[in-house]
């Protein structure tokens, strides 16, 4: 399998989050956004739920915008390991398997709450519920309301304080382990690529021990190009990849204003990968 970073002459998005996750923009917002910016490719990939899948694919149809049904699972793991899952031909399956993620997600947001009442800072379920807006309450959901409600000056404040790992309020994650995130993707027809990894914070030979685990268990993909990586890092992985049989793919990591300075859109060629695969036709 050759790859390669060719002339670009697409427009794609694979891995961006709206506000039925982490992200502060809906799905129609995005989808206008993408058409503005002529991206002609687009995947939802929100943490750990599928809620906004169906209207995301509406409102980029509207658009003539080539969706891409998608997820991202944080894993359980000594370092950040995030799983992209893409094309779910049986999406219950993802579902079932979300229910958990989500009860754990839950019981996490009410150890923080705890521990942020421990703090001295009056807070509740119910008025996080309110600021995700009927959303997954997330981080970004605790760090708005502290700036909101004068605890800390701004977003950055509120994670090194309060909520980042370390921090007085940080409860871990329980979540499945990376393995088990490829495997429930390929069980639910879908296809698995390991996010960022220069988040991994691995070397090259760690990196590459990591990903020949994970390819046994069905891993597709590798996310190449990023907002996480220079250019060379782009071409280190799009290396990596082909060493490892694992097909390049590209995302911003798109989340609004809680990821400042991140635009939708990377430039790739038409041939950048399998589209077919992904149940797109260009």
Not at 56 to 61: D, L, T
């Amino acid at each position: 399998m050759k790859i390669s970073l060719p002339k670009a002459v697409l427009r794609i998005d694979m891995h961006l989050h709206s506000s039925f996750s982490d992200g502060t923009c809906d799905v129609a917002e995005i989808a206008a956004m993408a058409s503005r910016s002529g991206i002609a490719v687009l995947a939802l990939t929100d943490h750990d739920n599928l809620d906004g899948s169906e209207l995301f694919k509406r409102e980029c149809g509207k658009r003539s915008i080539r969706a891409i049904s998608g997820v991202e699972l944080s894993s359980k793991c000594s370092f950040t390991a995030h799983i992209l899952g893409y094309r779910f031909k049986r999406p219950e399956v993802m579902e079932d398997a979300l229910k958990w993620v989500m009860e754990r997600r839950n019981d996490r947001n009410r150890q923080i709450c705890r521990r942020l009442c421990e703090q001295g800072i009056n807070i509740s379920m119910e008025e996080l519920a309110k600021e995700a807006a009927g959303r997954v309450i997330a981080r970004p959901h605790f760090a708005s309301f502290l700036v909101k409600n004068g605890h800390v000056p701004d977003t950055q404040r509120a994670f090194s304080k309060y909520l980042a790992k370390g921090a007085l309020a940080y409860v871990p994650r329980e979540a499945y382990v990376p393995r088990d995130c490829v495997k429930l993707i390929r069980e639910a027809g879908g296809l698995p690529v390991l996010a960022h990894p220069s988040l991994t914070g691995l070397d090259e030979k760690d990196l590459g021990g990591f990903l020949e685990e994970l390819r046994s268990a069905g891993l597709w993909g590798l996310e190449c190009v990023s907002s996480h990586c220079s250019s060379e890092d782009a071409f280190k992985y799009l290396g990596i990849a082909e060493r490892y049989s694992l097909f390049p793919t590209a995302g911003s990591d798109f989340h609004g204003r809680n990821r400042p300075g991140v635009t939708l859109g990377v430039s790739v060629s038409e041939t950048f990968l399998p589209w077919a695969r992904l149940g797109i036709v260009l």
